[in-house]
């Protein structure tokens, strides 16, 4: 067995996290999860994380309380999550490209509120979203429970390594995704309509300025029908480079043949950013009027 430690009592995201990217490097099976007094005396196992006041890889101890814990270059100081991330991130994706893209959406999140970093702020006082740290936290015992913290980490660990190899297998197929729709733009004649031979998302087109609207087929498992779908202007917006025309919008079926003329459309959005029809020629004439 392969001995990692961390601290006992109250845990944490970063914590939590650490535990569960050791036990995807090393195999689940073959680690042993000790979790060790903070204030003891010296720790004896293979990997120790976020506990002990030693950040030294050769040593495979991987703690950031300790005065001089390093910090990235973007501002943001490294929690065990990180420091062991830094070091095996790219191992566990197989990929260094995934492994950095992990870091940006997932490990410096962890990172910064582990040591007092407010990275984001809502927009509004009386609606908040529910945050990670919320999701680890609602593993802990509540207040007055004597049930076992150990037990609770435990199964805080066995979500975040679950998450965790989603997120990883999710953004190796966003990587083949940016493969494809770049060699497609590439390859385009036209730019503004862009068609793709399976199921294309059109906020992968965003980056690409000139492409309005993205033809695919639409999800297989559900029917064999095609999408126009609109892109918007930037991430996080809602602004469209262009809409369906404006009689469309919301209508369903034969009200929708009717004012479109064509004769296997199905739906169109009400906000005009999306129609579904029964062919891709269909899609594509539909997508020729978007203006």
Known sequence: ??????????????????IAAFRLLLGKEQVQVMRVDRNGGEIIADYVVDVGGVYDHAQKRYDHHQNGAPVRDNGI?????????????????QSDEVAAMLDRALVQP?????????????????????????????????WGSEASKDDAFMEAVEWAESFLERMIQNYRALLALETLVKD????AHTKQILQFPVPVPAEALIPYADVHVVISPDDRSVSPLWRA?????????FENRVSFPEAWGGLRGEALRAVSGIDDALFCHKARFLF????????????????
């Open 184 to 187: 497609t733009y590439q390859l």
């Open 1 to 18: 067995m392969i001995t990692v430690a961390t601290h006992n009592g109250s845990f944490h995201s970063d914590d939590v996290f650490a």
């Open 229 to 237: 779908a609109v892109v918007r202007k930037a991430y996080g917006e």
């Open 276 to 291: 579904v029809a029964g062919s891709r020629e269909s899609a594509l004439k539909a997508a020729s009027l978007a203006q």
């Open 110 to 142: 962890v990172d910064a509120p582990d040591n007092g970093m407010v990275l984001s702020s809502p927009l509004r006082d009386d609606v908040r979203p529910v945050e990670l740290y919320q999701i680890v936290n609602s593993f802990a015992p509540p």
């Open 77 to 93: 100081p490294y929690a065990g999550f990180g420091l062991m991330w830094r070091h095996y991130g790219a191992i566990i994706c």
